[in-house]
Nanobody
């Protein structure tokens, strides 16, 4: 079955960097768009970044654009999120999600498989 496993979260200070990774298995990874979402306590899950299956296009939430970079390695079945200049408002559980093969969507309902999440905490 499809599995997505995130890693790389942790506790950092404002201004630091972290790199999250998501290892995928159980499907033809290279055929699907992939995305990262996050959910802070008491808030709805929100879109962070996405990358198309051909790696031709990337998409970012305005709150992270210029600080975060999404990438993927189809040979290794991984998608990563490089997060620079982290701020306390970036504190959340970060989730990797599998999308479709067409358009990129910004709502979680359009993604069918999810990882268990990895906690990112940024202290001020």
């Amino acid at each position: 079955q499809v599995q997505l496993v995130e890693s790389g979260g942790g506790l950092v200070q404002a201004g630091d960097s972290l790199r999250l990774s998501c290892a995928a298995s159980g499907h033809t990874f290279s055929s699907y768009n992939m995305a990262w979402f996050r959910q802070a306590p008491g808030k709805e899950r929100e879109f962070v970044a996405a990358i198309t299956w051909r790696m031709a296009n990337t998409y970012y939430a305005s709150s992270v654009k210029g600080r975060f970079t999404i990438s993927r390695d189809n040979a290794k079945n991984t998608v990563s999120l490089q997060m620079n200049s982290l701020q306390p408002e970036d504190t959340a559980v970060y989730y990797c999600a599998r999308g479709g093969v067409g358009n990129i969507y910004y709502t979680s309902q359009r993604y069918d498989y999810w990882g268990q999440g990895t906690q990112v905490t940024v202290s001020s």
